[in-house]
């Protein structure tokens, strides 16, 4: 529910892994965790593009899904 209140869902990724998620030259997310999160906002919004991508290191994707900063984690885990 607070998902679809705040319009968009939040979603954890690595900030440069190549085939999973980065970023071209015109800021679009590529890779299969990137179409996983789009895939999530497709099934919640029936959108595609509803998703806000959060870049996230190693040492902080955890705290980030367990402080609710994002709200999946999609990333090499």
């Known amino acids: 529910a607070e998902i679809k209140t705040r319009g968009k869902l939040i979603c954890g990724v690595n900030p440069n892994l190549l085939g999973f998620s980065s970023q071209n030259a015109a800021g679009q997310w590529l890779g299969i965790d990137a179409d996983f999160c789009r895939a999530?906002?497709?099934?919640?919004?029936?959108?595609?593009?509803?998703?806000?991508?959060?870049?996230?290191?190693?040492?902080?994707?955890?705290?980030?899904?367990?402080?609710?900063?994002?709200?999946?984690?999609?990333?090499?885990?």
């Open 40 to 77: 999530l906002a497709a099934a919640v919004f029936s959108n595609a593009s509803k998703v806000e991508f959060v870049p996230l290191e190693t040492n902080e994707r955890f705290e980030a899904l367990k402080s609710g900063k994002i709200d999946v984690l999609a990333r090499n885990t």
